[in-house]
């Protein structure tokens, strides 16, 4: 017995010894550069252990206190850099070397698996190619159908709405984005629009919020001590409800499939995200890991922008009224006109709103890569093995990438002026290898369904004037709503 407990006392000391050793390799590389002071102990853990909406706010301030380049320390043993900086950005995504993720995304496995944003790279690269089919330019015509059954539904449920008062857009967007992804990665129809039920929103977004409080504390990061918290035990019943609901596309896609031979004979043509998993013969668990993974992917970034985009047309009058001159010369006055793709890629002004909304509203605020070798350029080194942040939101609010960047201006994405923006400075779908796979399927959902509700309802701003508060429950939103009005429009 006691040499197990020698053993062991010196196990932990040894891994101590070499943690330490660790962080003292890092802190001499990294000394150099700035960032908030931290306790040799404890790194920057208080200053981050705070209320989510006040951590957020003060993680994406770092770089507009400290600089491009921020040197943080959430674990005492090992250094966050937190850039802004489109040189090293660029030679961060622009490359095949540092594709890695952090130590943050193993806080996302408990739901997503080992999945597309959270599986290591010979994984990930499997499994980009498996998926790549579904994304395909052949196949947007697919996507129009979609997109107006589910449109048409929330219309409906917005004339009934908007009779009775203010609507907070983020309420009903989410379950219109919800119904029409299901429908597009799983060919299962759902129905949450007319239930409004929120059990699988309630916990999905429960456990995103204990996702991000593990994200800023290095205690809640460790899965030992975070086993021993309230967080952990609400974070399994979470996962519970949403894994129920991901069995549950599973499952019925099966059922229809066994129905139907059209989705084993057409060569990859409509088949869903869904559909190529399971032809790829993997098992259940991994199969609603994916499920799971392209659901909230495709979920959370369109129903942010969409509902950001509404209210700030509703408080920008003459930016609605370019927006809604431009529908009209490309569909006429019929407010319920069907578009096709060609029509969507044609609606350029429109194009710049919803580019200005991803620079202005950035939909997911941070990336975290690992770096695989040193990287130097204009004589700073970040050092192999460093973990950085690549900080969009700060970019994207940079004064010196973007001009007055608190001010809310499509004309910054027009024709004219779109070249003066610097390479890797606007980042609204990360770049590189590892962009996001389904990034021109949420720019043409984002303007289908922004197209449909101007052509039916004016919107208004909301008295007394309303200020959003952001907050990141993994992507943007707003903490007090976005409320607008809505009147009937007569094209």
């Given at each position: 017995?006691?040499?197990?407990?020698?053993?062991?006392?010196?196990?932990?000391?040894?891994?101590?010894?070499?943690?330490?050793y660790?962080?003292?390799?890092?802190?001499?590389?990294?000394?150099?550069?700035p960032?908030?002071?931290?306790?040799?102990l404890?790194?920057?853990?208080?200053?981050?252990?705070?209320?989510?909406?006040?951590?957020?706010?003060?993680f994406?301030?770092?770089?507009?206190?400290?600089?491009?380049?921020?040197?943080?320390?959430?674990?005492?043993?090992?250094?966050?850099?937190?850039l802004?900086?489109a040189?090293?950005?660029?030679?961060?995504?622009?490359?095949?070397?540092?594709?890695?993720?952090?130590?943050?995304?193993?806080?996302?496995?408990?739901?997503l698996?080992?999945?597309?944003?959270?599986?290591?790279?010979?994984?990930?690269?499997?499994?980009?190619?498996?998926?790549?089919?579904?994304?395909?330019?052949?196949?947007f015509?697919?996507?129009?159908?979609?997109?107006?059954?589910?449109?048409?539904?929330?219309?409906?449920?917005?004339?009934?709405?908007?009779?009775?008062?203010?609507?907070?857009?983020?309420?009903?967007?989410?379950?219109?984005?919800?119904?029409?992804?299901c429908?597009l990665?799983?060919?299962?129809?759902?129905?949450?629009?007319?239930?409004?039920?929120?059990?699988?929103?309630?916990?999905?977004?429960?456990?995103?919020?204990?996702?991000?409080?593990?994200?800023?504390?290095?205690?809640?990061?460790?899965?030992?001590?975070?086993?021993?918290?309230?967080?952990?035990?609400?974070?399994?019943?979470?996962?519970?409800?949403?894994k129920?609901?991901?069995?549950?596309?599973?499952?019925?896609?099966?059922?229809?499939?066994?129905?139907?031979?059209?989705?084993?004979?057409?060569?990859?043509?409509?088949?869903?995200?869904?559909?190529?998993?399971?032809?790829?013969?993997?098992?259940?668990?991994?199969?609603?890991?994916?499920?799971?993974?392209?659901?909230?992917?495709?979920?959370?970034?369109?129903?942010s922008?969409?509902?950001?985009?509404?209210?700030?047309?509703?408080?920008?009058?003459?930016?609605?009224?370019?927006?809604?001159?431009?529908?009209?010369?490309?569909?006429?006055?019929?407010?319920?006109?069907?578009?096709?793709?060609?029509?969507?890629?044609?609606?350029?002004y429109?194009?710049?709103?919803?580019?200005?909304?991803?620079?202005?509203?950035?939909?997911?605020?941070?990336?975290?890569?690992?770096?695989?070798?040193?990287?130097?350029?204009?004589?700073?080194?970040?050092?192999?093995?460093?973990?950085?942040?690549?900080?969009?939101?700060?970019?994207h609010?940079?004064?010196?990438?973007?001009?007055?960047?608190?001010?809310?201006?499509?004309?910054?994405?027009?024709?004219?002026?779109?070249?003066?923006?610097?390479?890797?400075?606007?980042?609204?779908?990360?770049?590189?290898?590892r962009?996001?796979?389904?990034?021109?399927?949420?720019?043409?959902?984002?303007?289908?369904?922004?197209?449909?509700?101007?052509?039916?309802?004016?919107?208004?701003?909301?008295?007394?004037?309303?200020?959003?508060?952001?907050?990141?429950?993994?992507?943007?939103?707003?903490?007090?709503?976005?409320?607008?009005?809505?009147?009937?429009?007569?094209?």
């Amino acid at each position: 017995m006691y040499t197990v407990v020698v053993a062991v006392f010196l196990s932990i000391l040894a891994v101590f010894l070499r943690s330490l050793y660790g962080r003292k390799v890092q802190y001499r590389a990294l000394s150099g550069l700035p960032g908030p002071p931290s306790n040799y102990l404890w790194g920057n853990l208080f200053e981050f252990n705070k209320h989510i909406e006040d951590t957020f706010e003060n993680f994406v301030g770092l770089n507009k206190k400290y600089g491009p380049i921020v040197v943080l320390w959430p674990h005492p043993w090992k250094p966050l850099v937190v850039l802004a900086h489109a040189k090293f950005i660029e030679r961060i995504l622009s490359t095949n070397t540092h594709l890695g993720k952090t130590s943050l995304y193993e806080c996302m496995q408990p739901f997503l698996g080992r999945s597309l944003v959270t599986s290591e790279v010979d994984a990930w690269k499997r499994i980009r190619k498996q998926a790549n089919t579904a994304f395909q330019p052949k196949i947007f015509d697919s996507f129009i159908p979609v997109f107006e059954y589910h449109e048409n539904r929330l219309i409906n449920i917005l004339k009934t709405k908007s009779q009775s008062g203010n609507i907070d857009l983020p309420t009903y967007v989410d379950l219109y984005v919800l119904d029409a992804v299901c429908e597009l990665m799983t060919n299962v129809k759902t129905n949450f629009q007319e239930t409004s039920d929120n059990g699988y929103l309630k916990a999905r977004s429960d456990f995103l919020t204990i996702f991000m409080n593990r994200a800023y504390s290095w205690v809640k990061r460790s899965k030992f001590l975070f086993f021993l918290t309230k967080e952990h035990e609400v974070q399994k019943k979470c996962v519970v409800t949403l894994k129920k609901f991901s069995q549950y596309l599973i499952d019925t896609r099966k059922e229809a499939r066994k129905q139907s031979k059209v989705v084993d004979n057409d060569n990859g043509l409509n088949k869903t995200v869904l559909d190529l998993f399971m032809d790829a013969d993997i098992s259940e668990t991994n199969l609603r890991d994916h499920v799971d993974t392209f659901i909230v992917a495709g979920h959370d970034t369109p129903g942010s922008t969409i509902a950001f985009s509404l209210y700030e047309l509703a408080n920008h009058p003459e930016i609605q009224a370019k927006v809604v001159e431009e529908s009209i010369s490309i569909l006429g006055k019929d407010p319920n006109a069907v578009v096709t793709i060609q029509d969507l890629q044609n609606m350029n002004y429109l194009d710049c709103v919803i580019k200005e909304i991803l620079r202005y509203y950035t939909t997911v605020p941070a990336h975290e890569r690992l770096l695989d070798e040193d990287i130097t350029i204009d004589g700073i080194t970040l050092p192999k093995g460093t973990e950085v942040s690549i900080s969009i939101y700060a970019t994207h609010h940079n004064e010196k990438y973007f001009p007055n960047p608190h001010v809310f201006d499509p004309d910054r994405f027009s024709p004219e002026n779109v070249h003066k923006i610097q390479p890797y400075t606007y980042l609204p779908f990360t770049k590189g290898p590892r962009d996001c796979i389904g990034k021109t399927m949420a720019m043409l959902m984002m303007k289908s369904v922004i197209t449909k509700v101007i052509r039916n309802f004016q919107l208004l701003p909301v008295s007394p004037p309303h200020t959003p508060k952001p907050t990141s429950e993994f992507v943007l939103k707003s903490a007090n709503g976005l409320p607008v009005k809505m009147r009937s429009r007569i094209l």
